[in-house]
């Protein structure tokens, strides 16, 4: 399964990105992690196929993810940013026990 992330980009305190990953092929589970220069990989959210969503703490009530199961493409809406969001951002996709990952996404959150 191939994953392709677009979106990212430069944005002040505050401000609002969207992120956005198709798969190529079915999936069970899309989501996003991140992760920072010497910090660990960490997830953002993620989303099944039948619409439940896991969120971690630091993004809950400011980021919003959603799916197009047609489309396999899953979306991340990030409002609200903080510096401390600015993070290399992975697509990641599950299909049974098997995890794959697409290519980061830099998103830099700074005045």
């Known amino acids: 399964v191939q994953l392709q992330a677009f979106g990212g980009g430069l944005v002040q305190p505050g401000g609002s990105l969207s992120l956005s990953c198709a798969a190529l092929?079915?999936?069970?589970?899309m989501g996003w992690y991140r992760q920072a220069p010497g910090k660990q990989r960490e997830l953002v959210a993620t989303?099944?196929?039948?619409?439940?969503?896991n969120y971690a703490d630091s993004v809950k009530g400011r980021f919003t993810i959603s799916g197009d199961n047609a489309k396999n493409t899953v979306y991340l809406q990030m409002n609200s940013l903080k510096p401390e969001d600015t993070s290399a951002y992975l697509c990641?996709?599950?299909?049974?026990?098997?995890?794959?990952w697409g290519q980061g996404t830099l998103v830099t959150v700074s005045s």
């Open positions: 990641y996709a599950r299909q049974s026990i098997i995890p794959y």
């Open positions: 989303i099944s196929s039948g619409g439940i969503t």
């Open positions: 092929g079915s999936i069970g589970i």
